[in-house]
């Protein structure tokens, strides 16, 4: 049997945050292995704290530059500076290189972090050319060709690590249907959090939704028994628990037994969905259930309020239904969270005004999420092809590139920062940023503050669309100005 490393390769990005690198994939890799008898070391990078580095801006983001305030702070502030999350590459491989490995499986999580993978393994190569390097994961399995033609892998390996590790030795076709893990604990808000999935997969078919090209499209479960075996081994018994399933209301009775089953052993641990719950399978009697089980917090789906543009990406929405469910979240006081998805095909400035109006008037803090071309989506499928960008950089939410050419980088972080601005109107701190919201307010143009502690200077962001603000901020409703 082999010693092999697994790793999670630093990432660049404007920003992360712990739940984006559960390591939920490499988890599952390592789990495989271990059972087939190898020996493994799993070395997750992005998580390590500390290790934040800035490197310069790479030339494909240049378009940037002029919306980045580097000495922006406050409540409103898009991103200031483009960050290396993890030790240096060459730090990495010393580290991976001292666990003596026979083969290296790096994982890349999204395709917008592929050249961090390709960094590491280049690294690896100058280090050790006759060591063999295998690269799988939701990045990888998008675009497989891209990484062959690097000449670095050993494998190229697509979809899910049940199926796609048959050939190494000891591992079982399919042992699993879906291998169940629980992410390592760190600590936050003064208890310890995990992350698991319980399900992966989802039935339906939203076209802007890249989960099926890893997943695919069929839904599976894990044995509820399976994860709360996993949980007594953390002999902990108040902590948090981050659901990170596709669609973890798709088989609402299935849900419901693991809240019963959880609650009940669990009285005192929370849990939340960050990545979303679809608020179209909420009822009453559901949320009740969420909350009595430990739910604090609702991250909710929209994607729009508009039904031509929902229904031309193949989604179907109910404004009644999330109304009704944000008023009654509130009234049991817990937070939510709604998303909606800025930039889709067919969005335009009045739509994008819409979505950010309807949410203004709901309680519940604004998500946004600016949509990003996956390889593979539909008018996305090959990068470099029929005039879409090949950079991976590119493809980062955080890039705001107007992929569907309908919104331009000024109008998406325009809307992200109306977004920000909003909640700030919702917040209970809005009393500390006076001056900055009667400015904004006044003038209907987004303000921020930047400067050092003792020269603060409120101005205004440059280069946004003023049109957008104006229309947003002088349609706010009546109790938030
Ligand atoms: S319901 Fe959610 S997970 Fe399912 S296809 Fe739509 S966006 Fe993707």
Redesign the pocket.
Known sequence: MMKIVIAQPPIRDFYQSPHRHSAMGSLTVQKILEEAGHSITLFNFPSHSGEIHTPPLPRELNYLKAFLITDEKGPVTWFRQRKHFGPSFNDCCQQILSASPERVMISCLAWCYAEEAVLLAKELKKHSPDLPLDIGGAGVSVNPDWFRKTGLFEKVRCGEAEKNMTDLPGVKEESHMITPVLSPAYRAQGKLQYSTMLTRG?P???QF?A??LTHGRNFRKIAIEDLLILLEQTHQEEFHLNLED??LLADADYFCQFLDSFHFRYPGATLSAENGL?YRHLTHAIINKMIDSGFIRFNL?MASTDSQILSDQN?TGQQELLSDVLFYLKQNQIPAVTYFICGLEGDSLESVSRNLLFLASHPTEIGISPFYAVPGLPGFDKPGDNSLPESPALYCGSSVWPWNKNLTTAQLITAFRLSRFINLLKSENRFLWQNLIQKTLETCRLHTICGSKENKALIEVPLMDNKMSEIVIKNLPENLI
């Open positions: 989802c339906y078919r939203c939704c989960n099926h596709d669609n679809d789906s989604r």
